[in-house]
């Protein structure tokens, strides 16, 4: 965890306000295959301000979640959160990923977490130790993600495609060929590989690059240059102004091989 620590702790509150609304498809399509494996426990990894836990609690017959992050500002969210009735959610600040190596559960969930880890391979071994089975989120290629597209071009004051083309880790271009060749070597074998929509609506493009406004994200231009070119990048992706972004992200079950 480390170094990203203090930027979602920066982020916390934009992230939890501008995406966990928008990202509730690929959180339900999580407990879906939860319930589809009769997952009784799932200890939820990186689970920011708390979905798909709470989803998982609220949707299937599971009985306990432990939901850790290494974000302190990230967990206060779920801290507030009411648990349903007769379920229990534990909660687990991590200071370092070897903290849920003594945690057992059916199920390891992990949305859009696993892709801001140095040490994938490292983390996916710990997965291993504490569950049989994984149900993870990455995004799909870069070309199919266009929020996260522009909201790292404009923050970052590059506008060329060259940009897109780079293996920042966070656009995840795990097609399924990569991903199926590192969950491999990892001892891991894909049971499924689903394809998740995501209709993201925003009002303006403001209202989509106050995500990372106070985080380091923003490296390049000032608030308002980075305005002015999310707001150039959403007319040429946009016909009108509703500004109605489709997204692709995948989420995967991977079985431990034996
Ligand atoms: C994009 S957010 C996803 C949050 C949530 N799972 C969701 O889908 O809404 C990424 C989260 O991963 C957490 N994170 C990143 N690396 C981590 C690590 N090595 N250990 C624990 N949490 C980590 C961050 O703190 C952040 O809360």
Redesign the pocket.
């Known amino acids: ?2 170094e ?2 203090n ?3 920066i ?2 509150n934009k ?1 939890n306000k501008v ?2 609304p928008r ?1 509730v498809p ?2 339900n399509e999580i407990a879906r295959l939860v319930a589809v494996n009769n997952c009784e426990t799932v200890l ?10 709470l989803t998982i609690l609220e949707q299937t017959a599971t009985n306990k979640v432990i939901a ?4 302190a ?3 206060q969210y779920l801290k507030k959160a009411i648990v349903p009735e007769g379920k229990e959610l534990q909660i687990q600040h ?1 200071c ?2 070897k903290d849920i190596q003594h945690l057992r559960s059916d199920v390891v969930t ?9 040490n994938l391979a490292n ?1 996916l071994a710990l997965f291993k130790t504490c569950a049989p089975l994984l149900v993870c ?1 990455v995004w799909a290629h870069h070309s199919t993600v266009p929020f996260l597209r522009i909201v790292k071009s404009a923050s970052s004051g590059t506008l060329t495609d060259q940009y897109f083309e780079t293996e920042d880790a ?1 656009f995840s271009l795990w097609n399924r060929d990569k991903m199926e060749a590192i969950l491999k070597a990892a001892g891991y074998e894909i049971a499924e590989y689903n394809l998740v929509e995501l209709p993201m609506e925003f009002a303006s493009p403001k209202d989509l690059m106050e995500f990372c406004e106070d985080s380091e994200w923003f490296t390049g231009p000032s608030k308002e240059e980075a305005l002015a070119r999310a707001k150039a990048l959403m007319q040429e992706y946009f016909e009108g102004t509703s500004y109605k972004m489709n997204n692709h992200a995948y989420v995967f079950v991977a079985k431990k091989m034996e």
């Open positions: 965890m480390s990203t620590q930027e979602w702790d982020m916390a992230y995406f966990r990202f690929v959180y939820d990894f990186a689970t920011g301000p708390g979905e798909p836990a850790c992050d290494g974000s500002g990230m967990l991590l370092n990923d992990c949305s859009f977490g696993i892709m801001y880890n140095s983390l989120s966070s």
